[in-house]
């Protein structure tokens, strides 16, 4: 099985800043892309910032300039940085991951979310 493990999330005022985290693991080979979502109430979940096993990276228009994604591949765990929220950042944001197991599978694996709420 693999797991991936959301941390980070939480209540901050609008310009603020907060950093999650996600660490995957259990029978894992190797990881191409992590991602992060984000799903806001009554809205489609949407993708938020993607990267690469070799760092290459992509964001949502608008969290450019704001979000950073990283990701430490030793420890199998991806980062998103994100500076000056706004309230309607406000939403679950999800980790994300495609990789190979060790059974050869390649599979989506998702995390189980983390509240992210930001205060006007």
């Known amino acids: 099985q693999v797991q991936l493990v959301e941390s980070g999330g939480g209540l901050v005022q609008a310009g603020g800043s907060l950093r999650l985290s996600c660490a995957a693991s259990g029978s894992i080979f190797s990881i191409n892309a992590m991602g992060w979502y984000r799903q806001a109430p009554g809205k489609q979940r949407e993708l938020v910032a993607a990267?690469?096993?070799?760092?290459?990276?992509n964001y949502a228009d608008s969290v450019k300039g704001r979000f950073t994604i990283s990701r430490d591949n030793a420890k199998n765990t991806v980062y998103l940085q994100m500076n000056s929220l706004k309230p309607e950042d406000t939403a679950v944001y999800y980790c994300?991951?495609?990789?190979?197991?060790?059974?050869?599978?390649?599979?989506?694996?998702w995390g189980q979310g983390t509240q992210v709420t930001v205060s006007s």
């Open positions: 990267i690469t096993s070799g760092g290459s990276t």
């Open positions: 994300n991951a495609d990789l190979w197991t060790i059974d050869r599978f390649r599979g989506d694996y």
